[in-house]
Nanobody
């Protein structure tokens, strides 16, 4: 089992920045890929960013604004979000996968409880 706990969400204005953190515990040796997803009210959960040991990938909607990084020593993955827009408002979830690279939700085995990000216009 892997436990994931997100933090760092909040209420900000458009154009502001936030950094989300996700700390992993448990069987972390099984983690190869960490991802961020989000779910806006009334919408399905969608992919935001992923990071493996050697690459990162982003949804088109956040490219150039969001940066994903990981600190393996701290068992933490971060999502730096800059130039936030109202459409970024969502609950953000951290997830872990044992696969080498994953974008699809189905490839992630463990999920955090989510952290709310609200961007006002």
């Amino acid at each position: 089992q892997v436990q994931l706990v997100e933090s760092g969400g909040g209420l900000v204005q458009a154009g502001d920045s936030l950094r989300l953190s996700c700390v992993a515990s448990g069987r972390t040796f099984s983690i190869n890929t960490l991802g961020w997803f989000r779910q806006a009210p009334g919408k399905e959960r969608e992919f935001v960013a992923t990071i493996t040991r050697s690459r990162t990938d982003y949804a088109e909607s956040v490219k150039g604004r969001f940066t994903v990084s990981r600190d393996n020593a701290k068992r933490t993955v971060y999502l730096q979000m800059n130039t936030l827009k109202p459409e970024d408002t969502a609950v953000y979830y951290c997830a872990s996968s044992s696969t080498d690279y994953a974008i699809a939700e189905s490839l992630y085995q463990y999920w955090g409880q989510g952290t709310q990000v609200t961007v006002s216009s």
